[in-house]
């Protein structure tokens, strides 16, 4: 078995009263022995049950139709015991006199995992969740069965290999199977061939599913812990989503799970395409993909660049840009001539024994057509200090 334990250097490590009505109190491991939490109140945490009369949801993760659903023959387990000195069981934290969570012996150990999604037609398989005998989590899906599947590659490169096991998961604003369909050469990009459908009737407007936000919160989350929960804890999705004004063609990837009790943050990786670009490139009316996070830390988008801007055409991550065609990473794709991003990591810090939402949802911003996809794989826990959620290229 493979040792996934990281010690963190000179900590000051978790503190916490989780469950508290008024407070929650962490101080996170910090590599600099800096607490980067935060005292606030639970949030209230929208279950899989509370969409259950939306178009197209599903709960416990029955997805269905294009060789997507999920597996059957899932088995229950847990990860390890804490590694957190969490206290003397009163709620009250460790100090550094008493060998607790601020001595160099505090440490943080990532639940074992082994890739489970060779063969498997279910999505949060293929993002490296459900495995038998680790951390279950429970599923749903937003969208028509046809915007949800697998991919094991894309293009005529290495580039979008899995992360992780063998397949990872891909959710668009347009059928899946499009992918494969190659953009014919002179294709016009206003009026593209492929990746250009009307998905019918996933369209909910003005307002994204609970518990999305689309308001902007009135500060910093991380600094001002009164206002998780009162919007969208990364101020990026309101300026574009009101210029736009109505998110079409939605779907979504949802799961909730209780946070292990020994890590203090999450990843995940993902890439996003869309045929918007060129015509929109530059412009507040593209498609946009939202990696959404409702926890005690944060509520909010947690997929965005450093300057700001969700995940969407207007991201500086933007790295291929196939003007001419000619890109080898979109041969064979509908993505010839149009854009997309690299693999990136989003990382978020969480709560330990903590109640979390997690969701993966892209649209089309004020049609129904040019569409835009995800893949989505490598989701793990962690032991990275995070303040904000961030999102770096994979190196």
């Known amino acids: 078995m493979i040792d996934r334990t990281r010690r963190l250097a000179r900590p000051t490590c978790l503190i916490a009263s989780v469950g508290a009505p008024a407070i929650a109190t962490m101080l996170a491991c910090s590599a600099d022995g800096?607490?980067?939490g935060g005292v606030g109140g639970s949030v209230g945490i929208a279950s899989a049950a509370?969409?259950?009369?939306?178009?197209?949801?599903?709960?416990?993760g029955e997805d269905s139709s294009a060789g997507v659903g999920t597996d059957d023959d899932v088995t229950g387990g847990g990860g390890p015991g804490p590694k957190f000195d969490l206290g003397d069981g009163d709620g009250s934290g460790a100090s550094p006199d008493d060998g607790g969570c601020g001595t160099a012996d505090c440490e943080c150990t990532i639940p074992d995992h082994v890739p489970c999604d060779a063969g498997t037609t279910d999505p949060f398989?293929?993002?490296?969740?459900?495995?038998?005998?680790?951390?279950?989590?429970?599923t749903s899906s937003?969208?028509?069965?046809?915007?949800?599947?697998?991919?094991?590659?894309?293009?005529?490169?290495?580039?979008?290999?899995?992360?992780?096991?063998?397949?990872?998961?891909?959710?668009?604003?347009?059928l899946v199977a499009d992918l494969d369909l190659t953009t014919p050469n002179g294709d016009s990009n206003a009026f593209p061939t492929h990746c250009n459908d009307d998905l019918g009737?996933?369209?909910?407007?003005?307002?994204?599913?609970?518990?999305?936000?689309?308001?902007?919160?009135g500060g910093d989350c991380s600094t001002n812990a009164a206002l998780i929960g009162t919007g969208d804890c990364s101020n990026t999705i309101h300026e574009q989503f009101s210029q736009g004004g109505s998110a079409e063609d939605y779907v979504e990837l949802r799961f909730e799970v209780d946070v292990p009790p020994d890590v203090i943050s999450l990843s995940y990786d993902f890439a996003f395409f869309s045929v918007e670009?060129?015509?929109?490139?530059?412009?507040q009316f593209n498609d946009m993909y939202i990696g959404w996070l409702e926890s005690e830390l944060w509520t909010g988008n947690v997929s965005f660049d450093a300057m700001g801007n969700p995940i969407s055409l207007n991201a500086g991550f933007l790295q291929y840009k196939d003007d001419g065609g000619n890109a080898p990473e979109f041969s064979g794709t509908c993505m010839r001539q149009h854009a997309g991003t690299d693999w990136l990591t989003t990382t978020a810090g969480v709560m330990p024994g903590e109640h979390i939402t997690v969701a993966f949802a892209i649209f089309d911003l004020s049609d129904s057509i040019l569409d835009s996809y995800a893949f989505i794989d490598n989701?793990?826990?962690?032991?990275?200090p995070t303040g904000v959620p961030s999102t770096e290229p994979e190196g």
């Open 277 to 283: 670009y060129p015509v929109y490139f530059g412009s």
């Open 379 to 384: 989701f793990g826990w962690g032991c990275d």
């Open 34 to 36: 800096i607490g980067r």
């Open 142 to 174: 937003q969208g028509p069965g046809g915007a949800i599947g697998l991919r094991s590659a894309f293009g005529g490169t290495n580039t979008f290999a899995p992360r992780e096991g063998s397949l990872y998961a891909v959710i668009g604003s347009g």
């Open 201 to 217: 009737n996933y369209d909910p407007g003005g307002t994204l599913p609970a518990p999305i936000q689309t308001e902007d919160v």
């Open 125 to 138: 398989r293929a993002m490296g969740l459900n495995c038998p005998g680790e951390l279950q989590v429970q």
């Open 50 to 60: 509370d969409d259950a009369g939306a178009p197209g949801s599903s709960s416990g």
